[in-house]
């Protein structure tokens, strides 16, 4: 392999699935793991669901760095914010400060972000901050290069109401499906639930996702193969 090909000076990019949907108690955020540099995995098991509060965390996508110090910029400012009121700050609070931030710096960043939490005001919320820094409240929300294969999906099985367990695996489903057609997609699947009583994070490792229409079934690696068959050492 020439590695003088695969660009490795690139930027870091998160090419990726991040998903955000609400249900009836709170919201699940859902997210592939896969970095990539050029066409090179520089990090096969990252997470790109990023905590902001207590109750607020952030699907990144788009540029690593760029993604990073925006989630950065605005946990710091929130917890000034939590101090200052003496309250967790909303939902609303924490997306429209990535907004402001985004769309400030909209000429230097290259990133899309969902921001998902609960808080006892207005419940599970969903906020998607594209490219540019627009903020649209949606009841799903979906970014990264694979939610190209992915909105004729969420048409048909998105509905109002779900259990929290329905939205769990329709997150599951859908990252499984964009990770089988998007090569910028891979790895495991992460989701984090939010809802009045705390913050679960579950994970799904890439062998035990579901295989979809041509995907290949996974295979040990090789050194394991070898491994595996080595002859037994000769007794002097």
């Given at each position: 392999m020439d590695l003088n090909k695969l660009d490795l000076n690139a930027p870091h990019?998160?090419?990726?699935?991040?998903?955000?949907?609400?249900?009836?108690?709170?919201?699940?955020?859902?997210?592939?793991?896969?970095?990539?540099?050029?066409?090179?995995?520089?990090?096969?098991?990252?997470?790109?669901?990023?905590?902001?509060?207590?109750?607020?965390?952030?699907?990144?996508?788009?540029?690593?760095?760029?993604?990073?110090?925006?989630?950065?910029?605005?946990?710091?400012?929130?917890?000034?914010?939590?101090?200052?009121?003496?309250?967790?700050?909303?939902?609303?609070?924490?997306?429209?400060?990535?907004?402001?931030?985004?769309?400030?710096?909209?000429?230097?960043?290259?990133?899309?972000?969902?921001?998902?939490?609960?808080?006892?005001?207005?419940?599970?919320?969903?906020?998607?901050?594209?490219l540019g820094g627009t903020i649209i409240e949606q009841p799903f929300a979906i970014?990264?290069?694979?939610?190209?294969?992915?909105?004729?999906?969420?048409?048909?099985?998105?509905?109002?109401?779900?259990?929290?367990?329905?939205?769990?695996?329709?997150?599951?489903?859908?990252?499984?499906?964009?990770?089988?057609?998007?090569?910028?997609?891979?790895?495991?699947?992460?989701?984090?639930?939010?809802?009045?009583?705390?913050?679960?994070?579950?994970?799904?490792?890439?062998?035990?996702?579901?295989?979809?229409?041509?995907?290949?079934?996974?295979?040990?690696?090789?050194?394991?193969?070898?491994?595996?068959?080595?002859?037994?050492?000769?007794n002097i």
């Amino acid at each position: 392999m020439d590695l003088n090909k695969l660009d490795l000076n690139a930027p870091h990019s998160m090419g990726t699935t991040i998903i955000g949907v609400t249900y009836n108690g709170g919201v699940v955020l859902g997210a592939d793991s896969r970095t990539s540099t050029g066409v090179y995995v520089a990090n096969r098991a990252s997470d790109k669901i990023t905590q902001l509060t207590d109750n607020v965390y952030v699907c990144r996508s788009g540029s690593a760095a760029d993604s990073q110090i925006v989630s950065d910029y605005v946990r710091y400012f929130l917890h000034q914010h939590t101090i200052q009121l003496g309250q967790p700050a909303t939902v609303k609070v924490a997306a429209n400060l990535v907004r402001l931030i985004a769309y400030n710096n909209k000429n230097m960043l290259q990133t899309g972000l969902i921001v998902g939490g609960w808080d006892k005001y207005e419940g599970g919320k969903i906020y998607g901050i594209p490219l540019g820094g627009t903020i649209i409240e949606q009841p799903f929300a979906i970014g990264g290069s694979g939610s190209s294969y992915l909105y004729g999906f969420f048409d048909q099985a998105w509905k109002e109401g779900m259990t929290k367990d329905e939205a769990e695996q329709l997150v599951v489903k859908a990252v499984s499906l964009a990770i089988a057609r998007d090569g910028a997609s891979g790895g495991v699947v992460r989701t984090v639930i939010i809802n009045s009583e705390g913050v679960t994070r579950n994970f799904y490792p890439g062998d035990k996702l579901p295989l979809w229409h041509e995907e290949l079934e996974p295979e040990n690696s090789l050194l394991d193969i070898l491994n595996a068959t080595s002859p037994e050492p000769m007794n002097i």
